[in-house]
């Protein structure tokens, strides 16, 4: 590289690293800044509905296209953050951290939100639809696969156009969060929950697991239950168990590795996750689905949720 290369790059490199630092120190605003847009963006989307077919399907077009560009590039550097070791997973931790670069990590897949989240997003989507029907839609108890809501409204007289709200909801809701099969509706005035009983949380159940002597410290065994994958860790003897899905993008964990410091670690994309609680080491506020265990009469006993 000649001299004179040499000097526009060091230019090049100060000027960004002012750069940086402006942005550091306007982070407020930079907030507020992605909070507005994030709102132009929810109004352009509103008024696509006032365009003619054809145009809407060119916007819809274009606006598909663009979510599926950036979507394949944060996954690209995602994954190539984690090819660079400790240094790009901690890298990974610092930009999970920032609200605005997490919102996008999560539209995109890269961080899977829970159920609960899930439902309240969904019902906040079409918060619009409903704020203009002069319907409100409150989330009474969530306790998988069933969700519970309250519907306020004037309904009048008419009970079938609360039945297919409800059904309107539940088709929603379903096809957003596939942990939910039954959205049930609750009396409106009825304020007391205690009363009714089938809103009860279901007692867990305790069932046999795997055999204890087919358990290898500082290993992962997966095995089913029901219908019900799960995989059991074990570290220094003391045993955990989780739900065979990676809370990354859902991946099986069957030939996940278990490190001597605890760390088990996803094959497709080497997320980590702390063997026995099964929080996610990788990206913070992340974690496996984990259930109780206990051990009886040599075998490992899972209560299931």
Known sequence: MRFKEIQLLSVTLVEMEVAVVQEVSSADESL????????????????????DERSKKSAYAIKDSLESYYIMAVKRAVEILL????????????????PIVRALFTSAGVIQTGPTERVFKTLASVKPYLDSAGVSVEVVNINLPEVLVRLRGNFGSCSSSKEQLL???????????GEVSKVRAIDDNDPDLLKLSPTRRKIPQWEIGPALEDIVDY????????EERLILTSVAGELSCFRNRCAHLGMELDRATLDVDGTLVCPWHRFCFDAISGECLTIPGVEL??????????????KLK
Do not use: C, H, W, Y
């Open 32 to 51: 507020a800044d992605f909070e507005r847009r994030a709102k132009e963006l929810d109004d352009a989307l509103e008024g696509l509905d006032n365009l």
């Open 83 to 98: 090819g660079q070791g400790d240094l790009g997973l901690t890298t990974l931790r610092t930009l999970s951290s920032d």
């Open 167 to 177: 059904e309107e909801i539940q088709e929603i809701i379903i096809s957003n969060v």
């Open 219 to 226: 290993g992962v065994l997966p095995f089913t239950i029901g």
């Open 289 to 302: 689905e984990k259930f109780s265990v206990r051990v009886e009469d040599g075998s490992v006993m899972v």
